[in-house]
């Protein structure tokens, strides 16, 4: 209800409070007759009949009265081919004409050059940034790199907020307490700013894939992995993939799909050789808070957690708060394993047996990194906190490290700073830098080392 999109049609133009009106180029508005050979109305024109060219003046003077506060007219004014200058609408060229008419500068000079603004070609112009005309600014920050120095790039966000108390009270889904830890800033912005931001790497479903790359072979394994509850035959397997359009077709297709189901049939081999799994629903009290949730991949010897990717740090992250849960509920009588597995296609970790008290502490730790992280993002990024714990005792290491993993690299794999959700949340501002970044990295780090073991 606040933007409204549309074409311009007769008799639908409503007063709002903003215009904006786009592609009023001298080829494309208004209109030009094509007639065909054989019509013989436009052969024989009379009075009353149609007339696109008419009928789109009359709809240009509808939108221009239709404006009650602002009206903005667009065009391509040069040539992307040679930078020629391109004609405007001759009904804009006569709005402009009227207005040079009617009324001048405070100069002398004709009202078009206070009227028109004349943007670069490029996204990337210095004119977006250096303030010389205050009417032309831009929010893409892609083109930061190509300026140099002297952009203003101020901190997006300063001061504490008061986060939702359904997620950070005395009730936590255990979901919640996963995601936050996982990505901290990515949390932040969903649960308590309510902003989506799109990541490059999204699946876009509006192209057809002719090959793979190695996120989309991981989506495509990670729908195998999750649909294996489900008993199934390859050739089911392989038609639901392509109708969901998540293979490139024919051969290539087929191929792709018989590597990545092998793929997927030996890593559920290693996961199956622990025993059958089963979930369970869980309820565990702290001092302040109560974590409910629900378990998967409970055994009768450990419990297992997995993923089809390589071992990363948020894998470690996840598996550990999954052994804290499991072992506070089983402290309090739930029949569950003592250990937690988590396997990955390039590793296998374990966590050895918690006490109550150690459980308890770990806990209550994850719970005020959540609550912390509900006020403000928090310096906590899985990657580069990893990395700088590596790098201890010698700080000057550990924080090399860190910005291993966060400054931009030359890879495939974006780094931690590249992260759309981290760029808009430490906007102006340097996390690593920071105490909050090094204590929180200590904290999370040293509570998994304690009980991780290596298989």
């Known amino acids: 209800g606040a933007v409204t999109v549309a074409s311009l049609q007769p008799m639908r133009t409503v007063p709002a409070r903003c215009v904006f009106v786009c592609g009023l180029d001298d080829a494309s508005f208004p209109r030009r007759r094509q007639p065909l050979a054989f019509d013989l109305i436009t052969q024989h024109h009379r009075p009353g009949d149609r007339d696109a060219r ?3 003046r009359q709809l240009f003077l509808d939108v221009v009265l239709a404006a009650r506060e602002q009206l903005h007219l667009t065009y391509v004014g040069h040539s992307q081919k040679d930078d020629s200058e391109c004609a405007p609408s001759v009904l804009l060229a006569e709005l402009l004409d009227l207005v040079d008419g009617t009324c001048t500068t405070v100069n002398g000079h004709p009202a078009r050059g206070a009227l028109t603004v004349r943007h670069p070609l490029q996204p990337w112009s210095p004119r977006y940034r250096d303030g010389r005309d205050p009417r032309l600014f831009t929010f893409s920050r892609a083109s930061l790199p190509a300026l140099g120095e002297g952009h203003d790039e101020s901190a997006w966000f300063t001061a504490p907020m008061a986060g939702p ?93 018989a590597e990545l189901d092998d793929e ?25 808070f109560r974590i409910h949730g629900e378990l998967d991949g409970i055994t009768d010897e450990v419990l297992v957690c997995h993923r089809m990717a390589k071992l990363k740090a948020k894998d470690r992250i996840g598996a550990w708060l999954v052994h804290v849960v499991a072992a506070l509920a089983r402290h309090a009588g739930a029949r569950l394993p003592e250990r937690t597995v988590c396997i990955a296609k390039n590793a296998t970790i374990a966590f050895r047996a918690l006490s109550a008290a150690d459980a308890m502490a770990m806990a209550t730790l994850a719970v005020q990194g959540l609550r912390q992280g509900l006020r ?41 700073s590249e992260d759309p959700s981290n760029e808009l949340c430490w906007r102006g501002q340097e996390p690593l830098d920071t105490e909050p970044f090094e204590h929180w990295a200590r904290a999370v780090f040293t509570a998994i080392g304690s009980v991780e073991v290596s298989l």
């Not at 495509?220 to 509850?229: K, P, S, W």
């Not at 997927?264 to 302040?288: K, N, S």
């Not at 966060?406 to 780094?415: A, R």
């Open 376 to 416: 403000a993002p928090l310096p906590f990024f899985p990657e580069s906190s990893h990395a700088f714990t590596e790098g201890l005792p010698d700080r000057d290491k550990a924080a090399a490290k860190a910005r291993t993993k966060w400054l931009p690299g030359h890879g495939d794999i974006p780094m931690d």
């Open 264 to 288: 997927v049939t030996e890593f559920l081999r290693q996961v199956h050789a622990h025993g059958e799994r089963r979930r369970m629903a869980v309820h565990v009290q702290g001092p302040d």
């Open 54 to 56: 008419l009928d789109d």
């Open 165 to 257: 108390h359904d997620l950070g009270g005395g009730d936590i889904a255990l979901d919640h307490l996963l995601d936050f830890w996982k990505h901290p800033s990515r949390f932040f912005l969903r649960y308590v700013v309510e902003a989506y931001v799109r990541d490059e790497a999204d699946a876009d479903l509006t192209t057809e894939p002719f090959w793979l790359n190695s996120l989309d072979r991981w989506r495509v394994q990670d729908v195998l992995v999750r649909g294996a509850a489900r008993p199934s035959t390859p050739e089911v397997r392989l038609a639901r993939l392509r109708a969901a359009g998540q293979l490139p077709a024919f051969g290539v297709g087929d191929a792709t799909f």
